[in-house]
Nanobody, 124 residues
Framework: QVQLVESGGGLVQPGGSLTLSCAPA????????IGWFRQAPGKGREGVSC????????DYADSVKGRFTVSRDKAKSTVYLHMNNIGPEDAGIYYC?????????????????WGQGTQVTVAS
């Protein structure tokens, strides 16, 4: 069974940093395009960042450009979302998603596999 497990969320002060992890259970993640999405209370799901299966293409939502970085550790088969200068607008549940058939990566919700999410709370 294909599963994705997000971790690394928590409480962070405005201006702080967090690194979220997306790890697979039951399969190997290195040949999948990975997307990071978030959903704030009362809002729809938003594409935040993504990385292609070959790690040669990344994309970011305008709201996080220059603050968030996506990366992959092939040895650990894990994808990370490094979040810096976090603001209240970054609060929400963060999900990672994987798809073997997306050529580059997209910030749209068309990925096949999804994790359960990890909560990011921003408060001083």
């Amino acid at each position: 069974q294909v599963q994705l497990v997000e971790s690394g969320g928590g409480l962070v002060q405005p201006g702080g940093s967090l690194t979220l992890s997306c790890a697979p259970a039951g399969f190997e993640l290195n040949h999948y395009a990975i997307g990071w999405f978030r959903q704030a209370p009362g809002k729809g799901r938003e594409g935040v960042s993504c990385i292609s299966s070959g790690d040669d293409y990344t994309d970011y939502a305008d709201s996080v450009k220059g603050r968030f970085t996506v990366s992959r550790d092939k040895a650990k088969s894990t994808v990370y979302l490094h979040m810096n200068n976090i603001g209240p607008e970054d609060a929400g549940i963060y999900y990672c998603a994987a798809d073997a058939w997306i050529t580059n990566c997209v910030l749209r919700s068309e990925y096949e596999y999804w994790g359960q999410g990890t909560q990011v709370t921003v408060a001083s």
